[in-house]
């Protein structure tokens, strides 16, 4: 088939004069990246005067993120998180990549999980003590605090305390739902004194701060063995080079504020699709019972427990970023399309998580989906909730873990049911988050 130029390359509908279809995508960015694959395999979103190619198939996922990556860069969103995130893992392309992701993985290896597991299980011991039947709780700010606390004693070896750990906690659902904004309108957008920009900039500036503070006290602390000391001591094996500081609370913003808030997102979405789902709920509890027998959940018990992994994975498909981005390095070809050098090809895994070529009723809570001779069905790419390529999440065996665990060990002892007349909105962000959640707790006996 012969290629074509990209600016034949199919539209998306509802484009504007001027703005583009910036106007859909800050209004309705789920549902209009959901919207994408039926205008073709490969479209074009004009963000204002920027267009950005959106890939939609699984083939087209795994040509930009692990076929061609070396053909691209970080992209626009990426680049737009650096005000909060700087120069890291999360950011950063080439060498720097590689040299940070060597220096910090082995902090997430596998074999550390069961030091991690015991940190989780005892702060959800701590969190579900302090519950009562008929008590009303902020699910998804409990949710918040909780990852923040097990990150900063698992990653830190800290207790936070409770003034920086409300200062995270108050940063980080602010930065979570502008970051998503601030990438799908213009640049110069960034510099106007609007209240979104001032309150990104605010807590921007007081995480920031917090680290730093975190960091000043661990240097004259003794060196534990976690990824803090780890950085703050490493030397590069090339240029015998350690980390400025800068570059360490580059890291532990990310890991501290990105870390947290995508994995407590993801389980306060579980806690709502177990209380709309009650056939779900029955059979994650009689799981809990017949594995646990009414004892704590342990990291070995993790592989034992099936239908609470595959739970996990159901809403993690319904739950997925919505925003990526790669920038072409070189021109190259995509489903016949010649893109340019240094043009922006966008993905959504909110969008192809949904996606009704793949997946039957999309939109319905089924993890019956996850079982073996379901999911190997699946194209290759199809399901990747922490992305693909070696720009895949370095925290997938930490985030995994702490879900399991958090999950079985709440819905062990509680049921938590929606409170009356509140109604549910899913909101764009690192991981769409639910804009309130406040659910009342009920004994399971």
């Known amino acids: 088939m012969a290629t074509i130029p990209a600016s034949s390359a199919r539209v998306a509908p509802h484009r504007l004069p001027v703005v583009g279809h910036a106007l859909p995508l800050v209004r309705e960015p789920l549902p209009f990246l959901c919207s994408l694959h039926a205008a073709g395999n490969l479209v074009r979103v004009d963000i204002g005067p ?5 890939v939609t198939t699984p083939d087209l996922f795994h040509q930009v993120l692990v076929k061609d990556a070396h053909s691209f860069a970080r992209g626009r969103f990426f680049a737009r998180t650096r005000r909060l995130l700087g120069d890291c893992l999360a950011t950063s392309d080439g060498e720097n990549h590689h040299r940070q992701r060597r220096l910090m993985q082995p902090l997430f290896h596998q074999s550390r999980m069961p030091f991690y597991a015991s940190v989780i299980t005892r702060r959800l011991q701590a969190l579900t003590d302090s519950w009562r039947p008929g008590l ?5 700010k409990a949710m918040m605090g909780m990852a923040i606390g ?7 070896s800290c207790d936070l305390g409770p003034e920086a750990a409300a200062e995270i906690g108050h940063c980080m659902p602010v930065l979570d739902r502008t970051i998503v904004t601030r990438a799908l309108t213009p640049r110069w957008l960034d510099s106007v004194p609007i209240p979104m920009n001032r309150r990104f900039d605010c807590a ?3 995480m920031r701060h917090t680290t730093d503070r975190l960091i000043a006290e661990h240097h004259g602390a003794d060196a534990h063995d976690d990824l803090l000391s780890w950085l703050l001591t490493a030397h590069d094996s090339t240029t015998g080079e350690r980390m400025s500081d800068l570059q360490v609370s580059d890291e532990i ?3 501290l ?4 808030v995508t994995t407590a997102n993801t389980m306060a979405w579980i806690f709502h699709e177990l209380a709309r789902h009650p056939e779900a709920e029955r059979r994650l509890h009689e799981e809990l019972s017949d594995v646990l027998g009414g004892r704590p959940a342990t990291y070995a018990d993790i592989p034992d427990l099936k239908y609470t992994g595959r739970l996990i994975r159901e809403v993690q498909r319904l739950y997925s970023p919505p925003l990526g981005t790669r920038r072409a390095l070189t021109a190259l070809e995509i489903d016949g399309v010649r893109i340019p050098s240094d043009t922006e090809v966008g993905f959504s895994l909110y969008a192809l998580h949904r996606d009704p070529r793949l997946y039957a009723a999309p939109d319905r809570l089924d993890p019956d989906r996850w079982l073996p001779e379901r999911s190997r069905q699946l194209p290759r790419g199809a399901f990747i909730p922490f ?7 370095i925290g997938e065996f930490f985030a995994t873990t702490e879900m399991a665990l958090t999950v079985a060990h709440i819905a062990a002892h509680w049921r938590l049911r929606p409170v009356p007349g509140h109604r549910v909105r899913a909101v764009a962000a690192l991981v769409p988050r639910p804009d309130s959640l406040p659910m009342t707790v009920l004994s399971r006996d």
């Open 136 to 140: 009303e709780v902020r699910v998804d």
């Open 50 to 54: 920027l267009p950005v190619y959106f």
């Open 204 to 206: 921007a500036d007081r």
């Open 253 to 255: 913003t990310t890991i």
């Open 257 to 260: 504020g990105a870390g947290s």
């Open 150 to 156: 097990i990150i900063s004693e698992a990653m830190i």
């Open 387 to 393: 992305a693909a390529g070696y720009h895949r999440c």
